[in-house]
């Protein structure tokens, strides 16, 4: 029996453009909670907690090519939006209870993304314990750029992560310090959920989180992997 004609066109692939050719689709996007010390005690806790998780829709994803600067419009009903920036992992082969040991074999390469929060918004929820969805996984909440593969790169285990508004640093860390490493985060997230091909990982971001505004441009960099740039409209 065939499938009965879809009743409206399904909706597009997001797809991350991959350094030297082709593209990356996107299954989801998984994200870090507080993965560096420094960010975990400005946000008003110890850093010594397990790892925990929370998504974003895949289409919540906004590819930046090489070269471009990407934009996103300021969201509404907060007043508050924050910049983090992040080493995004993509995953290439999926697989569940993979053994941090075995993590980089699924690892198809790596880019540099922000997990933009409405953080008005993800305080009143934390504080009400409900859940951060709205701080977090609104359109166009999590930018990237291109990505490169993990032949080319080596794997990322230190290396400066920064961001900059309007040329000023706001933001300046080292991967060496992400407490759940790469590796780790792979082996919690994958007993959790089964990790797919086209899966992406916001892997947590350092201190100096802070508001941007309309007119604003954010420049994400981490240490070999091209810079992200992204104006707020
Ligand atoms: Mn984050």
Not at 199 to 214: E, F, Q, S
């Amino acid at each position: 029996m065939s499938t009965p004609a879809y009743v409206f066109a399904p909706p597009a692939v997001t797809a991350v453009p991959v350094d030297g050719g082709g593209s990356f689709p996107v299954h989801r996007v998984y994200c870090v909670g507080r993965n560096y010390a420094d960010h975990a005690v400005e946000m008003g806790f110890s850093g010594r907690e397990p790892p925990f998780f929370f998504l974003k829709p895949a289409d919540t994803a906004v590819p930046v090519a090489e070269g471009q600067t990407g934009e996103i419009a300021y969201p509404s009903l907060t007043s508050n939006l924050h910049h983090e920036v992040e080493l995004v992992v993509a995953i290439g082969i999926g697989g569940s209870h993979i053994a941090a040991a075995h993590a980089a074999g699924h690892i198809f390469g790596y880019a540099v993304g922000l997990d933009m929060t409405r953080r008005d918004l993800q305080g009143e929820m934390k504080k009400q314990g409900r859940p951060w969805c709205i701080g977090k996984a609104f359109e166009q909440s999590a930018p990237i750029g291109p990505i490169r593969r993990l032949a080319q790169t080596g794997e990322l285990l230190a290396g400066s992560i920064s961001l900059a508004v309007n040329g000023t640093v706001r933001q300046q860390g080292d991967l060496k310090d992400l407490i759940w490493s790469v590796n780790e985060t792979i082996e919690q997230l994958s007993i959790a959920w089964t990790l797919q091909p086209g899966d992406l990982i916001y892997t947590g971001t350092p201190a100096g989180v802070g508001a941007v505004v309309k007119g604003d441009v954010l420049e994400a960099r981490v240490a070999g992997l091209g810079p992200l740039r992204v104006a707020v409209r």
